[in-house]
């Protein structure tokens, strides 16, 4: 902040009224006559979102209190963006051949696509051998290969409703949108094409191939909001349909239900890789029961405390 005090008369401290993130503030600077003094305020930014930020007015007094003068400052107010936090991990491994829905119908050799010949190298199959090409130039001839393209990533973000106070609601909200931001992270810098649908009131989906495509994905989890009108089970079913080229997945949600289980471990039977991240402070007995049974079908289940582990 930078106030000018450009008159003679002496002046109290000027009253500065702030908006920031955690609300309204004050602060007060003192200024001479004829002097120009910078001052700096440090606003919280505890929860991820868009905020406006800046001074609101300016509260001038004489010295005895007699006379005041406010002043709006309207000009000053900024729009600033508070991201989650990014917390890299470990990628899930994903080979060309785990492609969901499809994974048990492949074969060994639709992971490739042939490209050319060579000629014949010692440890080369002998079911690669262009038996024609061969008897032709005289010569063993060994079909190449080019790899096939690494199978997508999916994330999955719970996005109903969170019925719950509004500190607990948003600790939630971060929890969520900062797990699904290091795991595109995580895996983009791996390589893996990454697909997020986001079914809140104002539907988006983000896709990327690179580290370098992250940028949306941040953007879009900083401004989501947890407003889907269709149960997070409902939105399951509808993407499971659109796994063809889909290899692994995350799911987060606040909620671990029976249902989202039973689509999870068909997921996983379908030949998807599949991890779950619960946001929640506590698994009790039905949440552990969930946990050990999903674990049962190969499929990890992560437990996140909102208040601890990401806070």
Known sequence: MTVRHACPLPIGPVTIRLNTPTGLGTMEIECPPFKTVNDLYKADCPHRGVYSIGAE?????DLFGLFSLRVKLPESIRAIEVSPVVRPGTAMVLSSGDTGPEAPNRSS?????PSGLREWRDGDELKRVHWKMSLRRQQLQ????????KPDFLIWLDL???TALRARRLAIEDAMCESAASAAFTQLGEGYPVRMPLGSSAPVECTGRSAADFGPFL???TTVSFDSSYPFEQTLAVEMRRMQRTGGAVIITGRLTTRVADIAIQMRRS??????????EAAGREGSELMARLSVYGIDVHRIDPYADLI
């Open 57 to 61: 007015s300016a509260l001038c007094t």
């Open 142 to 149: 060994v079909r190449t290969y080019e790899e096939s393209a």
């Open 219 to 221: 953007k879009a989890l």
């Open 109 to 113: 050799e639709d992971d490739a696509s």
């Open 160 to 162: 109903t409703p969170i």
């Open 271 to 280: 030949g998807l890789k599949l991890r779950i991240e619960w946001i929640n």
